[in-house]
């Protein structure tokens, strides 16, 4: 749910750079058809974000006794014995690969924070450059009266 909110940021993000920039023609560009397929795509990417390690992502396997005969002898490769249990029974983790705390961090938090800055860098832009075709405007309606 936090990477569902977090692509809605974007979402907004997106949507706000549309209306800015094309005021008129927002209406027909932003649907309310495409805006509910556009959340319903976001929430379809936040699963495919979030899933893998409910499926096993990478699941580490845990190895059995492996036995080797040398001559007479055998030898025995025993596992380790799990750590000591946690004070705290409660434990929330998934996984710790770090292919997915990678892919997960850039989907979830780096490209919709760097998605976000590009919108609102150019919704920045774009209300500068109103605010002086604006002001221009009303110097050159001064500037005819007088």
Known sequence: MCTASILNLCAISLDRYVAVTRPVTYPS????????SLIAGLWVLSFVICFPPLVGWKEQKVKENVY?????????????????????????ELTND????????????????????FFYWRIYRAAVRTTRAI????????????
């Open 68 to 92: 080797y005969q040398y001559g007479n002898y055998t030898l025995v490769s025993v596992t380790p014995s799990p750590a000591p249990p946690l004070p705290c029974p409660w434990t929330c």
């Open 98 to 117: 770090a292919g997915y705390v990678v892919y997960s961090a850039l989907g979830s938090f780096y490209i919709p924070m760097f998605v976000m800055l």
């Open 135 to 146: 002001n221009q405007g009303f110097r050159t309606t001064k500037g005819k009266r007088r």
């Open 29 to 36: 560009i932003m649907s309310t058809r495409r805006a509910k």
